[in-house]
């Protein structure tokens, strides 16, 4: 029961940002996506069947429009760019369409893991769900991609986040990482999941 952003620790700034780190990490997911109605734009109350979704929420005159309309933007985004990917869906039953670099970074809160496109091209998504910013975060990656592009990333200010992203290309560097030949060095925005491309 209740709302999924209100079953998010923390205040509403990081409810929101844990959704949307969250919303990005489901798309991301080998399987169907699913959300409850209301969810795409943060609802705070559980959804009613007799009056339906708050959409009142998005309206500007009641001042909180930035706040859902940014999860909105972003759930937009993430259905875009989840089509235009076929790395996100061309696979999503065969298990050669996806690969763990690590599960088990808990005391970094991270997770990150590959997509595979049926041609090989890989997109990369990394969640970080800790309330810090992290610089120089390696992450491992095959060896064979000469640059990564930032193509997403849930904390930029249009979804209402704090804008630490990643805006030039990140290129490897032959030192072995999470099982990798290679990695790159990244900054991690606070309860956030990026996702990289071959640049």
């Known amino acids: 029961k209740r709302s999924l952003v209100s ?14 780190a969250y ?17 795409e ?10 009056h339906g979704p708050d959409w009142w929420l ?14 909105q933007d972003l759930v937009r ?43 090989g091209t890989p997109l990369l998504a990394v969640t970080h769900f800790s309330p810090a910013v992290r610089h120089d975060y390696r992450i491992g990656v095959p060896e064979d991609i000469p640059a990564w592009q930032e193509v997403l990333n849930t904390d930029t200010l249009r979804y209402g986040g704090s804008d630490v992203t990643n805006p030039d290309p990140l290129k490897p560097e032959p030192h072995p990482v999470h099982g990798h030949p290679a990695g790159i060095r990244l900054t991690l925005p606070p309860l956030a999941t990026i996702w990289l ?3």
């Open 23 to 39: 919303l990005a990490f489901m798309w991301a997911h080998p399987g169907k996506q699913l959300l409850f109605m209301g969810q």
């Open 77 to 119: 985004d993430l259905n875009t760019v989840y089509r235009d990917e076929a790395a996100l869906w061309e696979r999503d039953t065969d298990p050669s369409g996806f690969s763990w670099i690590t599960g088990d970074s808990a005391d970094d809160n991270v997770f990150a893991f590959l997509r595979h496109a049926a041609d």
């Open 41 to 50: 734009f943060a609802q705070g109350d559980e959804w009613n069947e007799a």
């Open 7 to 20: 079953k998010m620790p923390g205040d509403w700034w990081q409810q929101r940002a844990t959704l949307r």
């Open 197 to 199: 491309r071959p640049a």
């Open 58 to 71: 998005l309206d500007p005159a009641y001042g909180a429009e930035s706040d859902h309309r940014g999860v």
